[in-house]
């Protein structure tokens, strides 16, 4: 039953997140209507079917193209309908709301757990928007961020977990590590909306599972910058997007950070 709703749960994740392409390219190119309007070809600005805007299966279908004027259409379209798909799942199984059997016809919702859900998609949604908009753009911009802010001081406060200490002390060191970063490099290393990025991360992690994102996050970051470095396909003076390490780090610190905790706690002990 519950892979059955994570199937269901990822399709619409996909749809979120073809959405979300939706609004990063418009919030880009200052088009009004972000929320309205049709779809259109970025190319020949056609209007879109309802056929050619089906999550993944559209974009496979056509070959990645557009089906009027044959352009290709970048991959990180899908990659940002998949990825937030295999969010919305994954957010199910840390937080599996509904209780069934395969024989029971209506299923039993745990209203907390939906509550923890919910917050923790939309909050993702947020992060996704930022993981790409800084891919493609090199740029963190604030509606994103303040949304995700907005999202979860409302959610803390609703449901008292982290406690309102955990989540203050995470938003001043998150924003404090990157604001010391900022002074000392001058706008080298990071950016304001690093800062943002860092008091994001604060509030919706709590410190303790802050200081795990972060490590995963510059964890992720020098492999993967090693290896651009190994290839040859960076220098080292090459500018690489850190939002999405940042972002990266955030969202596997919420599906697994308490085990992350517990298994180095756990190491320590036996050391």
Known sequence: ????????????????????????????????????????????????????????????????????????????????????????????????????????????????????FIRYELISLSLVAIFFYDLLYQEIPDIFTYTGILIALVGNLISGNPLPQNYITGAAFGALFFEVQLLISKG???????????????????????????????????????????TKKASGGSKIPFAPFLVTGTILSVLFGSQMIDWYIKVLLQA
């Not at 909306?193 to 008091?199: K, Q």
């Open 1 to 116: 039953m519950n892979i059955f709703i994570g199937v269901i749960l990822f399709y619409l994740g996909a749809g979120l997140g073809s959405f979300l392409s939706v609004v990063i390219y418009r919030t880009r190119h200052e088009i009004s209507g972000i929320f309205l309007g049709r779809s259109q070809c970025t190319h020949c600005k056609k209007n879109l079917m309802a056929i050619d805007l089906i999550p993944i299966v559209s974009y496979i279908g056509l070959g990645g193209r557009c089906r009027y004027c044959k352009a290709k259409i970048s991959p990180l379209y899908i990659w940002i309908e998949i990825i937030s798909g295999l969010v919305c799942t994954l957010l199910y199984f840390k937080f599996p709301f509904l209780n069934a059997e395969l024989s029971t016809i209506l299923p039993m919702v745990d209203t907390s757990l939906l509550f923890d």
């Open 188 to 230: 080298r290393w990071v950016g304001t909306g690093d800062v943002i990025l860092g008091l994001l991360m604060g509030i919706v992690l709590g410190w303790e599972k802050l200081i795990v994102g972060l490590f995963v996050a510059y964890f992720i970051g020098a492999v993967f910058s090693i290896g651009l470095l190994i």
